[in-house]
């Protein structure tokens, strides 16, 4: 089995800063990338960034700038620096891993629960 657990998310001020982190565990043999979605009420999930283990990312462009994807693959962890945060950046904020379990011949999707992150005066 494999989890992702993400952490940091909460109440954010307008033009603050907030850093979110996403730890897999499990029977993990080795994670491709790992990245951030996020979803704001009544709106479809949509891509932030990722980041592959050789430490190649890529952003959406609304995010770039602003959003700081980084990754600690010893401690097979994703963050998310958000910076000059806006109300509009409020949502549920997803970590994604594309890895391989032991025992299986191919990379498979996971997601975590959510964190909700919520940007206000």
């Known amino acids: 089995q494999v989890q992702l657990v993400e952490s940091g998310g909460g109440l954010g001020q307008p033009g603050g800063s907030l850093r979110l982190s996403c730890a897999a565990s499990?029977?993990?043999?080795?994670?491709?990338?790992m990245g951030w979605y996020r979803q704001a009420p009544g709106k479809e999930r949509e891509f932030i960034a990722a980041?592959?283990?050789?430490?190649?990312?890529n952003y959406a462009d609304a995010m770039k700038g602003r959003f700081t994807i980084s990754r600690d693959n010893a401690k097979n962890t994703v963050y998310l620096q958000m910076n000059s945060l806006k109300p509009e950046d409020t949502a549920v904020y997803y970590c994604?891993?594309?890895?391989?379990?032991?025992?299986?011949?191919?990379?498979?999707?996971?997601w975590g629960k959510g964190t909700l992150v919520t940007v206000s005066s």
């Open positions: 499990g029977s993990i043999f080795s994670i491709n990338a």
């Open positions: 994604n891993a594309v890895l391989r379990t032991y025992g299986s011949t191919r990379d498979k999707d996971y």
């Open positions: 980041i592959t283990s050789g430490g190649s990312t």
